[in-house]
């Protein structure tokens, strides 16, 4: 192994990254100031031996595991109270990312006295919050893909709406985050799979996204460039250690760079997850090369440099698109959304939900409720040729 595949990086907020470091858990919450921290998982995890470790080994803490994927307001309530009732004083978020994003809103939530909903990334909205009620958190992630640790956000259903709503805060960053690869070689490869490509489509739509943000632009390069030599290993062999660590330090740079913004696939997928309750990653995942085509004309020369980056055999649009669809084919990605459950019967309702989602902005060029309600069929269909790029 060419490196030790450990460090401690303060950027964007505190990461230990290296094998075992779950060990250090203990410490990362005493550093944040906790005594009795509430641990948020997910569903799946609460019999995991990582989570029955982690509860024994912090004194005073307590397990909350009813979350499920696409976390809603009403996970957060029952969070909320588990916090209030043991009077505990900040949460270790640990697990996929429903449960770090479930975790952080947890936290955030835990001191203040208005809704939810009044804190939706709108305008000045977050300066609603009262900064001293809101609780540390240490974010352990099981998967690569989502980033949410490193982000100052969490993407939470509401169910009376069946919209996705990005709650925001800055105070939301984890205060530490704990990188081990280890805890991510049990994961199946089709979830390695999904996941790895979300923060893959993190890093590529936060490159093309317009606006000036170089320090940005160079964490999503890099961030695309480990994912095309580490994914694909993770795949094949989910105890290859050093792919595990690149992938989540991938993972961790996708969501660092898309506070430049993100695009048309994000845009898309947010609602599809709202009311097909689909899969964040590989819904991203299957979408992609449909939203590519349809910017086409617009993210040329950055096609250009990313076939570079990745020293793809064809350089440009079209050698990156052929890359893309050869992956996502060789990691068992399916081609057509219908192919996972998802109909066309809501398409007007999707292209007008995906034209206000906040990704939108971030598309390269602009896109509005028809154009998305178009890209969206043809992904539901699995037809690429059928969207019409844009001039
Ligand atoms: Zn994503």
Not at 228 to 257: K, V
Not at 282 to 293: D, R, S
């Amino acid at each position: 192994m060419s490196t030790t595949l450990r460090g401690n990086w303060n950027y964007p907020t505190t990461i230990w990254a290296g094998p075992g470091r779950i060990t250090e858990l203990g410490a990362a919450c005493a550093q944040a100031g906790m005594r009795r921290p509430l641990i948020v998982t997910d569903e799946g995890l609460i019999h995991a031996p990582m989570i029955k470790s982690a509860l024994a080994a912090l004194k005073g803490a307590a397990l909350f595991g009813a979350v499920r994927g696409n976390p809603a307001s009403s996970h957060v309530e029952a969070g909320l109270q588990v916090f209030r009732a043991g009077e505990h004083d900040g949460v270790v978020a640990f697990g996929g990312g429903s449960a770090l994003d479930a975790g952080k809103a947890v936290a955030f939530m835990s001191g203040q006295s208005r809704p939810l909903w009044d804190f939706e990334d709108v305008g000045d909205w977050w300066t609603r919050a009262d900064p001293s009620g809101i609780a540390p958190v240490v974010a352990v992630p099981t998967t690569a893909g989502t980033g949410s640790e490193v982000g100052r956000a969490s993407v939470i259903l509401n169910e009376a709406t069946h919209q996705k709503k990005i709650i925001f805060h800055p105070l939301m960053m984890p205060r530490i985050v704990i990188l081990d690869a280890e805890l991510t070689v049990g994961l199946p490869r089709n979830v390695t799979a999904a996941t790895g490509i979300d923060a893959f489509v993190h890093c590529f739509e936060a490159f093309c996204a317009p606006g000036f943000h170089p320090l940005a632009d160079g964490v999503a390069l890099e961030g695309m460039r480990l994912i095309h030599q580490f994914l694909p290993r993770a795949c094949a062999d989910g105890r290859d250690i050093e792919a595990r660590a690149q992938m989540l330090a991938a993972a961790s740079m996708g969501a660092t760079a898309f506070q430049k913004g993100l695009g048309g696939v994000h845009a898309i997928a947010h609602p599809v997850g709202s009311w097909f309750n689909t899969h964040h990653g590989l819904t991203n995942a299957i979408i992609l090369p449909y939203v590519m085509t349809y910017n086409r004309h617009a993210i040329g020369e950055k096609a250009e440099v990313i076939s570079r980056v990745l020293n793809l055999p064809a350089p440009g649009f079209d050698g990156f698109i052929a890359w893309v669809l050869e992956m996502r084919r060789d990691l068992g990605i399916p081609h057509s959304l219908a192919e996972i459950g998802v109909s066309a019967d809501k398409a007007t309702i999707i292209g007008s939900e995906a034209a206000i989602d906040p990704s939108a902005g971030g598309n390269p060029i602009p896109v509005n409720a028809a154009q998305l309600e178009h890209i969206f069929r043809a992904a539901v269909a699995g037809r690429i040729e059928t969207v019409v790029s844009a001039t």
